[in-house]
């Protein structure tokens, strides 16, 4: 769980620091579109889980009720990171500015499922990572974003709308949904800060974990201000934030769902005449690999070279979940560093794969996150 491993054919760059600062609602006309095909899901957080916690009245949210929510905050960022691998991966110049911003926006979401885990930990939980991935294409964990259809597929426009924008919509215009619409991430995140200052539960450091994570430092929480950061870092950096235009912060990069934007509209986000808009410097959109979407259930009826490679990427992939797993169970970094040698490992089998045609269609071969039965 740390910084995405680095391409054969990239060169190295510094991971980009960035923060959340945005939410203009005009950008929001031009956000995704979202599919409705929801499927079980294999995580833990079934369907609606957000919403039920959400209706338990303020001060009937006690310790139970806050190690729950986190576990559910894990698994969603979670989820994030096997589609944005995914568009990572496909893009062939790992130095051009799309693919700069994706490393960029896994990093993040690496460090806030450290987070997470961090928090969940210090109020006496375990997190449950082996099992917590859901099936793709499939619904976000727990219910948030409920309309939304999370699928697996190479970097295209499309990809960039539906999927990527889709999951890191802010918070703002979710908002405006009806009060018995789906339940927002950003509502979610401030929900569970404020269970956090009513029920002031005991901070534990034991089993906290503490590393470097792309631009950021996972470091034990020891405090409810320590929270409050911790939270309001994931709401800042992704799909909840709640930042005016004008915040200040150390670096100009976006928070993710406009930095999905500027790839989408291939024009930097830029201040003009008091309003946000695509209209900055080009931001040229990259030839990418035309891995294709990964079907309910897997590739039907692999050839054996596909299937070996399915096998071996899914193999690697069950480690990398062990591991964490692992890692949070027993305060182990052992178990952490274990688990970060498997995610490197995990771009060589699914660039093989997409290399590969998918027989009597257009595009490739791409890896399909499904862990091994235990």
């Given amino acids: 769980m740390v910084e995405p491993a680095e391409s054969t054919d990239s060169r190295h760059l510094p991971p980009l620091d960035r923060r959340g600062f945005l939410r203009s609602a005009a950008l929001a006309t031009a956000g995704p579109v979202l599919l409705a095909t929801p499927t079980p899901a294999r995580g833990i957080g079934s369907r609606g889980a957000v919403a039920r916690l959400l209706e338990v009245p303020s001060g009937r949210r006690d310790d139970g009720w806050i190690?729950?929510?986190?576990?559910?905050?894990?698994?969603l960022e979670l989820a994030t990171i096997p589609p944005y691998l995914c568009a990572w991966w496909s893009v062939k110049d790992r130095s051009s500015e799309?693919?700069?911003l994706i490393e960029?926006?896994?990093g993040d979401e690496m460090y806030h499922m450290g987070l997470a885990c961090n928090l969940l930990v210090a109020v006496g939980g375990t997190p449950r990572i082996a099992d917590a991935v859901p099936p793709y294409p499939g619904p976000l964990p727990g219910g948030v974003r409920g309309e939304l259809t999370v699928y697996l597929c190479g970097l295209t426009k499309e990809y960039v709308r539906e999927v990527l924008m889709g999951i890191e919509t802010p918070?703002?215009?979710?908002?405006r949904q009806a009060a018995t619409g789906p339940a927002t991430i950003g509502a979610f995140y401030a929900a569970l800060l404020s269970a956090f200052h009513d029920v002031r539960p005991a901070?534990?450091?034991?089993?906290?974990?503490?590393?470097?994570i792309g631009a950021d430092t996972l470091s034990p929480v020891t405090c409810l201000a320590d929270v409050e950061r911790s939270i309001e870092t994931i709401k800042e950096q992704g799909e909840g934030t709640s930042a005016s235009p004008e915040a200040p912060f150390s670096n100009d990069a976006p928070a993710h769902y406009y930095a999905f934007g500027e790839i989408y509209h291939e024009r930097r986000l830029r201040k003009a005449d008091g309003a946000w808009e695509f209209s900055g410097a080009v931001v040229p959109f990259p030839d990418a690999r035309p891995m294709g979407v990964v079907p309910a259930g897997g590739w039907p009826s692999p050839s054996t070279e596909v299937a070996q490679l399915?096998?071996?990427f899914d193999e690697t992939f069950t480690?990398?979940?062990d591991g964490l797993q692992g890692a949070w169970a027993g305060g182990d970094p052992g178990a952490l560093d274990a688990a970060v040698g498997a995610m490197r490992a995990l771009e060589k089998p699914a660039l093989a794969l997409m290399d590969i045609p998918l027989p009597g269609a257009t595009g490739t071969y791409g890896p399909q996150f499904r862990p091994l039965p235990r």
């Fill in 171 to 175: 918070e703002d215009p979710l908002a």
């Fill in 98 to 100: 799309p693919a700069r």
């Fill in 104 to 106: 960029g926006i896994i």
């Fill in 203 to 212: 901070l534990s450091t034991g089993r906290q974990l503490a590393r470097r």
């Fill in 67 to 75: 190690r729950r929510a986190l576990q559910i905050a894990v698994e």
């Fill in 310 to 312: 399915l096998g071996e």
């Fill in 319 to 321: 480690s990398v979940l």
